[in-house]
């Protein structure tokens, strides 16, 4: 029996790669986030628990690329909503849905977080309180991974017609440098709920160290 074609074990090798370096830029983000202190106002809170969330889809987005991909990807769209959420928290968020947000989780605390505004509306609260360029980029990405992403979730003709064909290294490679652009984004957001600028130049000093394993990357300003 033949085995695997040269092309794609030097595919796969690449990605291996690929995924190494994106570990190694998630333990420096995480370090970051490590030592900043966050202020204690209601916003730098939540958007602080958000970011770490997203910090959390992130991780699991690199675990499962290889071994399960359609998860991974499914994924994706976690850690994009609860990057929104953060940046919406900080900037746009009022504050009612704050306290909705941040309540102790009882039956009543998750009746009255559904009323919690979905991305398209924190985007457009975003477009007029938000910091320059933050909706656009956001909705960028939306506009870009939402139809894909939401057939992973929901089980569509995405994830069914891969599992028939497979998943080419380039794919995974594309959905994993989407995945460490948002890992990237929260150092951002970390200068913004800290108020220390030094992370502006944490951030920068990553992109282009990892620029190998990030796509361009467009960050809006704290």
Known sequence: ??????????????????????????????????????????????????????????????????????????????????????????????????????????????????????????????????PRGAAALLGRARARLWDGLNSYVHGGIHPFQRGESGYPAQLLSDLLKNTNAMTMLTVIMLAEITGDAEFVAVMNALHHEFADVLPELEPFPA
């Open 1 to 130: 029996m033949d085995g695997p074609e040269p092309q794609l074990i030097n595919a796969l090798e690449r990605l291996t790669a690929e995924l190494e370096r994106s570990v190694a830029l998630e333990t420096l983000v995480c370090a970051a986030w490590e030592r900043g202190e966050v202020r204690s106002e209601p916003s730098a809170i939540a958007a602080a628990g958000l970011c770490s969330l997203s910090l959390e889809h992130g991780r699991a987005v690199r675990m499962l690329l290889v071994e399960v991909p359609p998860s991974a990807t499914a994924l994706l769209r976690s850690q994009f909503e609860a990057l929104v959420r953060a940046v919406w928290a900080r900037h746009a968020a009022k504050e009612s849905e704050l306290a909705r947000l941040l309540a102790p989780l009882t039956p009543e605390s998750q009746q009255a977080a559904k009323k919690l505004p979905g991305v398209p509306d924190m985007l457009a609260a975003l477009e007029t309180l938000g």
